[in-house]
């Protein structure tokens, strides 16, 4: 079935850092691909989305771009803040999934001042 | 507009206890979704309605799981004998159909606890 892999668990930065989160998918087809942020005690909001290869989604200084060879959408930031601190999730929606979101397992950034 | 409301917020049951998870979607939104997320993994999907009619619930539980949504509005997740290991947080979210993911919408969901 579809699935979407998330490398780290955990990423831990200080403030002005500069951030990865890797991320590859699983799919027939050509699915479309997001990022969703979730923050303690609420469900998870949209961040962006990319639907073909080398098109870059972004939302908020973060940013990803969809890399078909790779099976890839890593999330990038150029210097995160503290409020950035949250849950980060990869998802796909591919025709062969029914059109289901199917998330990562998620990653939690923590950024400390 | 008003978000998607569920409730209660928290639970915590002893095992082989029954529950039921409320979920009132956004308005005019047709599709509704139940997710359910343990600790620290990503949001899976249990079922999902359009309107009244079950579209996909191949990942429920069905000996112990059950959803509904029989006017095409509000929907309930019901556990009738609870594991420690449906411990988790369940999310409900709706969209409508046709409509890019980016409308759709997540509630704050409800924590499990079955001890």
């Known amino acids: ?113 | 507009e008003a978000g998607v409301t569920q409730s209660p917020r928290y639970a915590v049951l002893q095992e082989g206890q029954a529950v039921s998870f409320w979920c009132d979607p956004i308005s005019g939104h047709d599709t509704l979704y139940w997710y359910q997320q343990p600790r620290d993994q990503g949001p899976q999907l249990l079922v999902y309605f359009r309107d009244e009619a079950v579209i996909d619930n191949s990942q429920l539980p069905s000996d112990r799981f059950s959803a509904v949504r029989p006017k095409g509005t509000n929907s309930t997740l019901k556990i009738q004998s609870a594991k420690q290991g449906d411990t988790a947080t369940y999310l409900c979210a709706s969209i409508a159909a046709g409509t890019g993911y980016e409308r759709l919408f997540f509630g704050h969901g409800t924590k499990l606890s079955v001890l």
């Open chain 1, 1 to 113: 079935g579809d699935s979407v892999t998330q490398t780290e668990g955990q990423v831990a930065l200080s403030e002005e850092d500069f951030l990865t989160i890797h991320c590859n998918y699983s799919a027939s087809g050509y699915p479309a691909l997001f990022w969703y942020v979730q923050y303690p005690g609420e469900g998870p909001q949209f961040l962006f989305r990319a639907s073909r290869d080398k098109e870059k989604g972004s939302s908020r200084g973060f940013e990803a771009t969809y890399d078909k060879g790779t099976t890839s959408f890593h999330l990038r930031k150029a210097s995160v803040q503290e409020s950035d601190s949250a849950v980060y999730y990869c998802a796909l929606a591919a025709t062969s999934s029914g059109q289901k979101l199917v998330f990562g397992q998620g990653t939690i950034l923590k950024v400390y001042l």
